[in-house]
């Protein structure tokens, strides 16, 4: 499961020191009140409370279990000891302060002298922590509210400040907050554990707050462990459900051959008994000697039986996709198997039994086929109200009633059909009686003489029926796993941008999509001072290509054909100077006239043939200043048709301002260097970039002017009182109005909005604006890395579909260059089938990119969902096993009894080659017919139940999967089998003493 399902966040607000102590106690309470079977890793951090400096500069301290991993060190090293901290660069900027130096916070009017060890940068989205920072990764901020008051006071405040490990406690301030996410591994835990674990995690939260003894003034508790394991539990059931069903199956089949066998071997005997009491045996000498045969019969089976199981439980186990899941093959058989082995002896000793002794008068009632019809018809009507049940109400996985449906039915249907073949039959004979010669006229007379042929085709029918319907099931789940992930993936195969494998033929030829979280919210509240409805969601933003990708397969009817239509806007293409193939850094010349203190961020966007867009920092100028910068773009050096496409800066002071002042940023002299720091060609013309318009991220009423001549490219703004930081841009598109999105109808309720509503989204600190253009029942493509790694491992994951927002990715992205996004703004490529397919030939690649086969095939060799196909493969060849040697001995005991009319049709003159014929004939007649009977109500038995089925084991909507497979190859070859076993038997009858037998009878 993934992290943010059953990871543990505990907060604890004004934490007791040492605060190495406090974290230890949390992590020994987590691991205390889930049990021995989870273990457990923490990452976390901890953050002071504020302190000033004597010029009244606000700053905190915070303890960061992997600095790197949260931020980027520029200059320095990260702190290790002490009162060592790592300040941020534009802190440092703004004071002044430079590696080296000491930084001293006044705490209760004691000096904390803290020594700068490093400069760090770090963006609201570099890690779990900067989303708690007050500052929201600035680092600086003039006009902070200063903490503690109830009303703004504006002040001057720089951090976080990233002390070493221990840290906090050696400055002595007191810590202010800590937080430890506490990360569980299940590897000790089975499936006989989940309930405990269950009962646990209940009670989990108030057992580490009585184990951590408050170690502050509050304790927060947040986790979604219970809602993970109950879908896990949900999984786990539907897919024992879907097996149970497809057991229950070869269940009938087996009562249907032991049955069968032990009835026809009762009328075998029963000639013999009526024999031995004519010559004085008595009715209780009998009986015993019925117990003698049932008892030994029950011991070889409660005996062989268990190992068996242990046989079928391997050969499951062993085979794919269930071989993969790591399961023991080899488990020997328990007090439960072994009392189940007992119970199925008993029942086959019964069987055996009773029908021998039950006296001949009871058995021979005239009620007792009136008994037989009500108990058949019985199960019809039974039948038919199941099948009415699920059509009116679709079941839940586990339901008991859906999971003997498919059994029940099938037996209703093999009932007609074999009521049906019993007519024909009689049918066939009469035709016979008036054809000419004697063969036809002696077989039809020898066939409608034949005991228990209805048991025969039963047999063959529930096991040509069972195998149809379990191969279906099958193969129609097996289809809803791969419209699962082919619609958790939206394309065929995707590829995260930062896997360094992926070659430039897939990247040009790729889709570009940014996957974004935001907190989205209605633009316009409820009334004056009214509610703003706030919901958290995924924004994804797709490319022209990646939506025509979108639009294909099961992704296009789960909604991306609606998505397709709603978002048609091509836009007009990027306008901007081409960058020369082969550059490895721009180098330009800056200069910048501005208020005295505004420092600005200046940067370059370029574009490539895929429509990927970069943002480039060239370097920071200070007003009043000209430098050249220089800039690197591609360490291999720059692919060709890569134009660049905008420039920004970003304008921040480290003072407030007192006027209105203009502001000036020239960037020329724009030249693209080689490797060895020699130009690739002359200055580059910035002609083309003569329509670029400018942007203003705080008002896009007021932009800034743009000014371009083939050197230089100039923007002009005015930075005034209400000054706050601001982005001006200069860009080669239209940069005005909202995005177009499309919103799950569910998120619409959520937020309270219809379509053509404006919504205001939040992506990493900024601002977007979004107009609703249409609704949609669900976001294919929605799922993210972590979700795909949890599908494929057959673990359950969050549903994103209906809280994802579907935008124009090239809006998208224009809206975060304009306000001052930084690095390659792409997450993942989305590649068409083509593509795909040639990119997985190649092994530089193939292990970058996830497709829909790979992960539908993980998904279906997962633990909870392997049992499956693995159950139906060996169901079906067990259900044919056991149907020939059912056949088999149906077959055998017929002809045993059938000795003396084999024996008269010799006498009439029946060659031995035309009995061979006729008794061949006749069991390859109830063999065909019960496949026919077979085929017919093992499909309709699927079409009536088999989608329900597959829903209800947790799979999706999907149409019925005709297993042709079954209809053609099985009953083909269990028909070959079927008559080398009829063949066989009664070959065995052309050696029988004909003048014996006519003599003293069929059992002289």
Not at 386 to 410: F, K
Not at 464 to 490: D, H, P, R
Not at 721 to 728: A, C, N
């Amino acid at each position: 499961m993934t992290g943010d399902q059953v990871d543990v966040t505990i907060r604890v607000i004004g934490p007791s020191s040492p605060v190495a102590e406090t974290r230890k106690a949390l992590d020994d309470a987590t691991a205390k009140a889930y049990g021995p079977e989870v273990s457990w890793s923490s990452t976390g951090w901890v953050s002071s409370d504020w302190r000033t400096t004597a010029a009244g500069v606000y700053s905190y301290l915070v303890e960061l279990d992997d600095p790197a991993a949260e931020a980027e060190l520029v200059v320095g090293r990260w702190p290790t000891s002490g009162l060592g901290i790592a300040m941020p660069e534009a802190a440092a900027r703004s004071l002044g302060v430079g590696v080296g130096d000491t930084f001293t916070l006044v705490n209760d009017e004691t000096p904390v002298e803290l020594h700068v060890d490093g400069l760090y940068r770090s963006s609201p989205d570099s890690g779990v922590f900067w989303q708690n920072d007050p500052l929201a990764a600035a680092g600086n901020a003039v006009d902070f509210a200063e903490p503690g008051r109830s009303f703004y006071f504006p002040v001057h405040a720089v951090g976080p400040l990233i002390a070493a490990p221990n840290g906090v406690d050696a400055s002595h301030i007191p810590p202010a907050q800590l937080s430890v996410v506490e990360h569980p591994s299940f590897t000790s835990t089975g499936v006989a554990g989940l309930p405990a674990l269950h009962e646990r995690v209940a009670d989990a939260e108030i057992e580490i707050a009585r184990a951590a003894e408050y170690p502050g003034e509050m304790l927060i508790i947040d986790t979604k462990m219970d809602t993970a394991l109950d879908a896990v539990s949900e999984g786990l059931t539907a897919s024992r459900a879907a097996a149970l069903i497809i057991i229950l199956l070869v269940l009938v089949v087996v009562a249907v051959a032991v049955a069968s066998v032990t009835r026809l071997l009762a009328d075998a005997r029963a000639a013999e008994f009526e024999l031995l009491r004519s010559r004085g045996a008595s009715w209780l000498q009998t009986s015993l000697a019925v117990a003698i045969d049932a008892t030994a019969i029950a011991i070889v089976v409660a005996l062989a039986s268990p190992w068996g199981g242990v046989l079928l439980h391997a050969l499951i186990v062993g085979s794919a996709p269930l071989n993969k899941a790591g399961l023991e093959q080899w488990v020997l058989p328990d007090a439960a198997v072994w009392s189940g082995a007992i119970a199925f002896a008993v029942v086959i000793a019964a069987l055996i039994f009773v029908p021998s002794v039950a006296p001949r008068q009871l058995t021979a009632t005239t009620w007792a086929p009136a008994m037989a019809v009500a108990t058949e018809s019985a199960v019809v009507v039974a039948a038919m109200l199941m099948v009415w049940r699920i059509a009116a109400v679709q079941p839940e996985g586990g339901d008991l009633l859906l999971t003997a449906t498919p059994a029940v039915l099938l037996i209703a249907a093999v009932i007609i059909g074999s009521r049906v073949l019993i007519v024909a039959t009689r049918g066939i004979a009469a035709l016979t009686s008036k054809a000419r010669g004697a063969i036809l006229p002696l077989g039809g007379w020898f066939a409608a003489r034949g005991p228990g042929r209805s048991a025969g085709a039963v047999l063959i029918a529930l096991t040509v029926g069972a195998s149809v319907v379990i191969l279906g099931v099958n193969a129609t789940w097996q289809q809803s796993v791969q419209n699962e992930a082919a619609v958790a993936l939206g394309a065929p195969a995707r590829v995260e941008s930062g896997d360094v494998s992926i070659a430039p033929s897939i990247a040009a030829s790729a889709a570009p999509v940014m996957r974004r979280d935001a907190l989205i919210s209605k633009t316009d509240p409820a009334g004056p001072g009214g509610p703003v409805p706030v919901a958290p969601a995924q924004v994804l933003g797709l490319s022209a290509a990646a939506r025509a990708v979108l639009d294909e397969g099961p992704a296009a009817e789960a909604g991306g054909s609606a998505i397709t239509r709603a978002l048609t806007e091509a836009g007009s293409e990027d306008t901007g100077p081409m960058v020369p193939t082969g550059a490895v850094s721009l180098q330009a010349g800056v200069a910048f006239e501005g208020p005295e203190g505004v420092v600005a961020e200046v940067s370059i966007a370029l574009e490539d043939a895929a429509g990927t867009i970069t943002v480039v920092p060239l370097g920071s100028i200070t007003a009043g200043t000209a430098v050249t910068l220089v800039a690197p773009i591609a360490s291999d050096g720059l692919q060709e048709d890569v134009r660049l496409v905008a420039a920004t800066m970003h304008l921040d002071s480290d003072v407030p301002l007192t006027g209105e002042t203009p502001a000036e940023l020239t960037i020329g002299t724009l030249t693209a260097l080689t490797a060895e720091g020699t130009a690739t060609s002359s200055q580059m013309t910035l002609r083309d970039a003569s329509s670029w318009r400018g942007t203003n991220s705080n008002d896009e009423a007021e932009p800034p002017t743009v000014t371009v001549t083939d050197s230089e490219i100039r923007l002009d703004s005015v930075v005034g009182v209400s000054y706050s930081p601001v982005t001006y841009g200069a860009v080669g598109w239209d940069p005005s109005g909202a995005i177009s999105a499309v919103v799950p109808e569910s998120l619409m309720d959520d937020l309270d909005v219809e379509a053509g509503a404006q919504l205001q989204g939040f992506i990493a600190g900024t601002p977007v604006s979004f107009r609703i253009v249409a609704d949609t029942s669900g976001v294919p493509g929605s799922a993210t890395a972590s979700d795909l790694a949890a599908l494929e491992s057959g673990l359950p994951s969050p549903s994103r579909m209906t809280s994802t927002i579907v935008v124009d990715g090239k809006a998208l992205v224009h809206w975060l260059v304009q306000a001052s996004a930084h690095g390659p703004l792409v997450d993942e490529f989305w590649l068409s089938g083509e593509v795909a397919d040639a990119s997985l030939t190649s092994d530089s690649n193939a292990g970058a990119i996830v497709d829909t086969a790979t992960l539908a095939q993980g998904m279906m060799e997962a633990p909870l969902r392997a049992e499956i196909p693995a159950t139906s493969a060996i169901a079906v060849w067990a259900s044919v096993l056991l149907a020939l040697a059912g056949f088999g001995a149906r077959t055998a005991a017929i002809s045993r009894s059938r000795r003396l009319e084999s024996a008269q049709l010799r006498a009439l003159g029946l060659s031995r080659r035309g009995m061979l014929g006729v008794a061949s004939a006749d069991a390859g007649a109830v063999a065909a017919g019960g496949i026919v009977i077979g085929l017919g109500a093992g499909l309709v038995t699927l079409m009536l139940v088999g989608t329900r089925v597959v829903t209800a084991s947790g799979g999706m909507g999907v149409n019925l999967v005709v297993p042709w497979q079954a209809v053609t190859v099985l009953p083909l070859v269990l028909l070959g089998a079927l008559a080398v076993i009829s063949v066989g038997i009664a070959n065995g009858q052309r050696r029988l003493p004909l003048p014996d037998l006519l003599r003293l009878g069929a059992d002289g």
